[in-house]
C-alpha cells in the first residue's frame, strides 16, 4: 500500500513524525508533501494567484509552499510515481472536530485526496488547556494504527473521508474508541485580539480561547470530553436535505 503523508501544521512539524510512525505500522512505501510553513485553518484554499514551489526534503519526501489542498494535488498529479492508494493528513496539533472541521487545513487535505478518488483520513491529537509544546503525542503514536487499521480493512464509501481525533489524555488513560457524528458546540471559540502597532494603527490576532462545551452523545466532542478516540466519516455534500425538501415544497406552493 502506498501512502501520501501531509499536515496543515508544516514540513518540520512533530505530529508529521508521529504520523510517520504510525504509517509505517502500516506499510514501508510511504511518501511525504508537507507545507513548507504552518497552514492551519487555511480549508479547502488552492492557490490560484501565485506560483508554489517544491523543495525535496528526503528521497520521498518534499517541502511545498503552498496549501494542504496543494500538497495533495501536486503529489499526485507530479511528484509521485503512481497515485497513492491512501492519504493520511496529520497528525494535526489540536483537535479537528465539530466546526473545526469547515475550515481545517488538516481535513481539507484529505478531502481533496477524497476528490481526487483516494480514501483519505484526517487524523488529529487533541490539546484541551495544555501549554502548547505539551501534547501527548504518545498516545496518538499508541493508538493510531490500532484506530487506522480495522478502518483501512473494512473500507468507506468514495464520497467519505475519515475523521480521526485522539484524546487530550496519556496512551493508558484513553477509554476506547467510539463512532461519532461532527458535534456543534453551543458557542464560539475564536476570538480576536486587537492591537495597536507603532504607527498607531490597529491590528489583530485571531485564534482560539478554549472552552468546554456541553456536546450531545454521540458527537465527537463528547467522545473526546470523555476520553475516548473519536472516528467521524465526513463529506463535503453540504444541502440540509430537511430543509431542502420544505423548500422545494414551499416554493411549488
Not at 511518501?31 to 513548507?36: H, K, N, Y
Not at 502548547?132 to 480495522?150: F, H
Not at 502597532?197 to 452523545?217: A, H, M, Q, T, V
Not at 458527537?219 to 425538501?245: K, M
Request: hydrophobic share 35%.
Amino acid at each position: 500500500m502506498r501512502i501520501l503523508l501531509t499536515n496543515d501544521d508544516g514540513i518540520n512539524a512533530p505530529g508529521l513524525s508521529v504520523l510517520e510512525e504510525i504509517a509505517r505500522e502500516l506499510s514501508d512505501d510511504i511518501w511525504i508533501a508537507a507545507p513548507e510553513e504552518e497552514q492551519s485553518g487555511k480549508g479547502r484554499a488552492i492557490s490560484l494567484t501565485h506560483p508554489v514551489r517544491t523543495r525535496k526534503v528526503g528521497a520521498r519526501a518534499f517541502a511545498i509552499t503552498g496549501t494542504p489542498s496543494d500538497c495533495v494535488l501536486l503529489a499526485t498529479h507530479d511528484l509521485m510515481p503512481d497515485k497513492p492508494d491512501l492519504v493520511l493528513s496529520g497528525v494535526n496539533r489540536g483537535q479537528n472536530i465539530a466546526e473545526d472541521t469547515s475550515f481545517s487545513g488538516t481535513i481539507a487535505a484529505a478531502m481533496f485526496g477524497m476528490q481526487l478518488g483516494i480514501p483519505s483520513i484526517a487524523v488529529s491529537q487533541s490539546q484541551n488547556f495544555r501549554e502548547r509544546g505539551s501534547l501527548p503525542w504518545d498516545t496518538a503514536r499508541t493508538w493510531g494504527a490500532k484506530t487506522l487499521r480495522p478502518l483501512i480493512d473494512m473500507g468507506w464509501p468514495d464520497d467519505v473521508v475519515m475523521n480521526v481525533n485522539f484524546p487530550d489524555v496519556e496512551p493508558e488513560d484513553v477509554r476506547g474508541i467510539q463512532i461519532t457524528r461532527q458535534g456543534f458546540r453551543d458557542e464560539s471559540i475564536i476570538h480576536t485580539d486587537r492591537r495597536e502597532d507603532l504607527r498607531g494603527n490597529d491590528y489583530y490576532w485571531i485564534g482560539y480561547k478554549g472552552k468546554l462545551s456541553k456536546p450531545d452523545e454521540g458527537t465527537d466532542l463528547r467522545a473526546i470530553y470523555e476520553g475516548y478516540v473519536s472516528v467521524s466519516p465526513l463529506h463535503v455534500d453540504l444541502t440540509h436535505e430537511a430543509f431542502l425538501q420544505k423548500l422545494r415544497e414551499s416554493w411549488q406552493a
